[in-house]
């Protein structure tokens, strides 16, 4: 097999091929600043790691995944 062909497919993949199966659960909850704001978090983790594996981002900021597949 040569390079330049693996180049190739590695360009033909769509970018959801890459995605990772793990769903993410967004609680909202208010923000600082008034508004609200949504936590993500990973759903099939352990207490601890999902305690420690989160992400703030206001509600603004969310689309729908279907938007952009």
Same mark, same amino acid.
């Given at each position: 097999?040569?390079?330049?062909?693996?180049?190739?497919?590695?360009?033909?993949?769509?970018?959801?091929? &890459?995605?990772?199966?793990?769903?993410?659960?967004?609680?909202l909850e208010?923000?600082?600043?008034?508004?609200?704001?949504?936590?993500?978090? *990973?759903?099939? $983790?352990?207490?601890? &790691?999902?305690?420690?594996?989160?992400?703030?981002?206001?509600?603004?900021?969310?689309? *729908?995944?279907?938007?952009? $597949?």
């Open positions: 097999m040569s390079t330049e062909h693996v180049r190739d497919d590695a360009r033909d993949r769509l970018p959801q091929d &890459e995605f990772s199966d793990t769903v993410l659960v967004a609680e208010p923000s600082a600043r008034g508004g609200e704001r949504a936590i993500l978090y *990973p759903n099939d $983790r352990s207490g601890t &790691e999902m305690a420690t594996r989160w992400l703030a981002a206001s509600v603004d900021l969310l689309i *729908p995944v279907e938007a952009v $597949r």
